[in-house]
C-alpha cells in the first residue's frame, strides 16, 4: 500500500551506483592508476594507493570455456615457480637446522648449536644496532615526514627523492661510502673523530650508522602517504579550539598516523635485523670482534660449520616470517580510516 | 522482434534475479526496462548482451539463436553507465577498436570513425584522451564506440547514472533523437521513470525480477496494471480507499454531487503548479490528501490554508 | 589543504632533520664521488675498462636485465592469479612473495643453496655458475614486479573488459590491447626496481657466486674485493657506476609516474 508522498516513484536522486545484482558496482570514483607496490619497499614515494571501492567480483568463472584451461595453466605456473624458488629452500632451511649431524641430532643439536655465547653475542648486536636504527628512523622519520607533507620549502621535491635513495642504493656501496666518510684512518672526518677518540667504523656506532642508512626510508614512507590524506582539517580544527603545536601533534596527528607508524617500525626492524653487506664493510677491522647475527651466517658457513650457519639462519628465517605475519595483519588497520 | 526472451531464469545463490522472463523487443524501436534498484533489469541486459548466462530459458536476437553464443560474437552494441573508456587510447582509437578487431581496412575504418565523430559530436576531441572528457563527452565517446561495429541491437546500462542532472536531461534528449535517426533497436535500463516516459517507444516495468507491465509510456501511466506500476510511474494519493493521481483529483469551493469536504492544510508552489494537502474531515485521523491544480487554478478558485474545499474524482475514473 | 611555510620551530627542526641526513647519507655518498675521481678522470676511466672490472660491470648488468625480464612475465602471471583466481590457500601466496622482501639476503644465499647447492636433494649445484647467480637475482627481485602490478590490476575494472568483448575482442585479444598497455606503467616501474635491486645485491650472491673473475664475479663483490685489498679508489669508482645507473633509474620512474597520472 503505497503511503500518500510527493515522491514520484522512487527518486532520481543522486545515483549512488545502487545495481540489480549483489555486491557489484560501488560508487563510482576515479581510478588513480599508481605504480607504487602495495606491500613492503622499494618505489619512489609519491602517489598513494587508492584502495578502490569498484571491486566488481573477480573473474567470471566459467565463463568463457577455453579460459577455464587458460586459468589452471597459469595457476600451476605461478604455484610452480614459487615453490621451487622460495617455498622448497625455504623449508629445506627448516629441516636442515632440525637434521641430524653427525651424532647429535633433531632439536637438541639446534640447542647446543645456540647456546654458544657468540650466537648470544651476535643476535645482541643485532638487536642493539637495529633498535637504535629504527628509533632514530621513526624520530627522524615522523619529523621529516610532517616536514615534507605539511610545510613548503626550497628543495622539497629533492628532499622528498633523496630519501628514497637509500633503497636503491648497493649494500656494499653503503659501507664503502661511510667507511670512506667516518673510518679513522683516511676517512674524511678521520682526523677529527680521532682527536675525539670517537671510532665509529670498525666499532658498534659504525653498524648502528648502516644498519640506519638502509632502513631510512621505511617509516617515511609509510607516513607520508597517510598524512597526505588525512589533511589538516583536524589540525585546524584544534587549534582553532585553543590547543597548542605540541598538544595538537600528540593528541591529534598521532593517533591518526599510529598504524602507519607501527607499520613502518615493524618493516624498518625487519629491514635493519637483515642488514649484511653494508654491516660487513664497516666491520671488516681486524681489531673488531664484532658479528652480527647474518655476518655470522657467513661467517659459520665460510668455515664450514654449515651446522650453526643454518641454525643462525633459521632464527633470522623465524623473525622474517613473525615479522611478514605481523605486518600482514596489521595492513587492514593501516588501511582503514575511521 | 529484434530481440525475443522466453523463460529466463537467473539466481545468484539463494537471491533470485530474475524469474521466468518472457519478452519481445519490437524491432527498431527505443525501448526502456524500467524498475528499482535490485529488480533485475541490469541483470537481464546483461544476459542479453552475453555478459552472463541465465540459468534456464532462452535468448533470441534479430530471428539466430544467441543464448550459447559469447558476448564476441552477438554482435550487440554495450554502453556502460561508467562509460567503460580504454583510458589509453584517443576518443579515435576507441571508436575505432571494434572496426580494428574486425579487421576492416584502415581507409574505411577513418571514415566510419570521422562519420560517427560528427554523429556524435565529438570530432574535435578525435585525437584526446578520455580523461581529458567530461562525463557526458565520454558517454557520447562510448555510444560511437558501440554504434560502430553496426550492431543489430544496441544496449545500455543506466547509461546517464553517473551524470549530473543537467547533463542528464540533455543526453536523454540527445539520445532520443539519436535514434531518430539511427534506428538501430535500442534497449536501456533506468529507474529513473520520468527518463523512460521521456525517451521510450515501449516500457517494460520490471520489479523483484518479475514483469509488471510492458506497453507505451501512455499506456503505463493512464492504465496501469497494478498499484506498483501506478506509484512506480508517477505521483499518487490515497483517496477513497483507491490510489489515484493528484492532478485527477478535482477541487471545488462548494459542494458538488459525489464530492467530499475537507481543509486546506498545507500549499506549496513549485514552479507553475500547486501543491495541496487536504485533511478530509471524514477522516481526521488519515494522512492528508495530495492535489495538484495550476496556479491559475489556485488563484481564481481563491485556494488557501485554512479553507474549506470538496475533492472529487474526474468524472473519467468514476 | 595547502602547505604552510615554514614556521621558526619548523625551520630548526628541518636544518636538524638536513643535518642528521647530511651526515647518515649525504656526506659519505659524496665521499665516493670525490674518492673516485680523486684521482682524477683518466684513473676513473681506467678503472672502469679494466678488462676484469668491466666484465664484472657487464655481467652485473646482463644478468640484472634477464632477471628482471623473467621476472616482469612470471611477476605479471602472479599477480593475475592473486587477483583473479580464486582457490583455496591463496592467501598463503601472499605471504609467500614477500619473503624474499623480509629475507637477510645472506640467508637468501644459504637457503637457495640447500636446494641448489653442494647438498641438494635434486642433485643440482649451481656454486660458481652464472645460472647460480641468475637464480639469486630471480629469487630476491620476485616480489617488485607482483607488487607493482597488483593494485593496478585491482582497481582495473572489468567493465572495460567486458566492453571489447561485446565490441569482438577475443580474451586474448583483450588482454593484449586493454589490460596490458594499461598494466604497463606499473610493469616497467617493477622492472625498473627490480633491475636496480639485482644491480646492487650482494648478500645473496657472496655464498652462490664463488667470484671467479670474467666468470662469476659481479660488481658488488668486486668492490668488496677492492676494499680488501685497500684500493678505495677503485671500489668507490665501481661504486659511483653502481650508485649512477640507480639513480638513472630512479629518475625515470619519477618521469613515468608524473605521466601516468597526467594520463588519469
Sequence with gaps: MADTSWSTGLTTGPTAGVTDAPARHGSPTDQQSTIRPGVTPPATASVPVKPSTRNRKAGGAGRNGGGHVVRILLRLLVIGYLFFLVVWPVSLVVLRTFAPVNDTGGFDAFLTRISDPAFGYAFGLTLTAALWAVGLNAVFGLGISLLLVRYSFPGRRLLSALVDLPMSVSPVVVGLALVLAYSSNQGWFGPLLESLDWQIIFSTPGIVLATTFVSLPLVIREIVPVLQEIGTEQELAARSLGAGAVQTFLRITLPAIKWALVYGVVLSLARALGEFGAVKIVSQGASFNGETATLLVANRYGNFDEASAYAAAFLLVLIAITALVVVTILRPSKEHRS | ?318 | MKPDTLTRPAAAGLGLALLWFSILVLIPLAAIVLSSTAGGWQQFIGTITDPQTFAALRLTILQALGAALVNVVLGTAIAWVLVRDRFPGKAVLEVIIDIPFALPTIVAGLVLLSLYGPESPLGINVVNTQQGIFLALLFVTLPFVVRTVQPVLLELDQDVEEAAASLGASRFTTFRRVMLPALMPAITAGASLAFARAISEFGALVLISGNTPFVTEVASLKILKFIESDNRAAAASVALVLLVVSLAVLIALDILQRKVARRG
Excluded at chain 2, 574486425?102 to 575504418?109: E, F, G, T, V
Excluded at chain 2, 454531487?257 to 500547486?274: C, L, M, N, Y
Design chain 2, 1 to 318: 522482434m529484434s530481440i525475443t526472451v522466453s523463460q529466463v531464469n537467473k539466481n545468484f545463490g539463494d537471491f533470485v534475479a530474475l524469474q521466468d522472463i518472457n519478452l519481445d523487443i519490437p524491432t527498431g524501436q527505443l525501448t526502456a526496462l524500467l524498475g528499482p534498484s535490485g529488480g533485475g533489469k541490469s541483470t537481464l541486459l546483461r544476459i542479453i548482451a552475453g555478459l552472463e548466462n541465465a540459468d534456464s530459458g532462452s535468448i533470441t536476437i534479430s530471428g539466430r539463436e544467441a543464448t550459447h553464443l559469447p558476448a564476441q560474437k552477438r554482435n550487440v552494441g554495450f554502453v556502460f553507465q561508467h562509460y567503460a573508456a580504454f583510458k589509453h587510447m584517443t576518443v579515435a582509437k576507441n571508436i575505432a577498436f571494434g572496426l580494428e578487431i574486425r579487421k576492416l581496412p584502415k581507409a574505411r575504418i577513418k571514415e566510419k570513425v570521422d562519420s560517427l565523430l560528427e554523429l556524435v559530436h565529438l570530432t574535435q576531441f578525435a585525437g584526446r584522451l578520455p580523461a581529458q572528457l567530461s562525463g557526458g563527452q565520454r558517454q557520447r565517446m562510448a555510444l560511437a564506440r558501440a554504434l560502430a561495429i553496426e550492431p543489430s541491437v544496441l544496449l545500455l546500462d543506466e547509461p546517464f547514472g553517473a551524470l549530473d542532472a543537467k547533463v542528464r536531461k540533455e543526453l536523454r534528449d540527445w539520445l532520443r533523437r539519436l535514434h531518430d535517426e539511427v534506428h538501430v533497436t535500442t534497449l536501456f535500463v533506468t529507474h529513473d521513470q520520468e527518463e523512460a516516459l521521456e525517451v521510450a517507444d515501449n516500457i517494460v516495468v520490471i520489479n523483484q525480477g518479475r514483469v509488471e507491465q510492458v506497453g507505451t509510456p501512455d499506456e503505463l501511466y493512464d492504465q496501469p496494471a497494478n498499484d506498483f506500476v501506478l506509484g512506480f510511474l508517477g505521483p499518487v494519493t490515497e483517496f477513497q480507499g483507491r490510489l489515484v493521481r493528484p492532478h485527477d483529483l478535482e477541487i471545488f469551493r462548494i459542494e458538488t454531487p459525489g464530492s467530499v469536504a475537507g481543509r486546506i492544510v498545507r500549499s506549496t508552489r513549485v514552479g507553475f503548479e500547486v501543491r495541496l494537502e487536504v485533511q478530509l474531515q471524514a477522516t481526521p485521523e488519515a494522512p492528508p490528501v495530495n492535489v495538484v491544480v495550476t496556479r491559475g487554478e489556485a488563484r481564481s478558485l481563491g485556494l488557501t490554508v485554512g479553507g474549506t474545499v470538496f475533492l472529487g474524482l474526474q468524472p473519467a475514473l468514476v
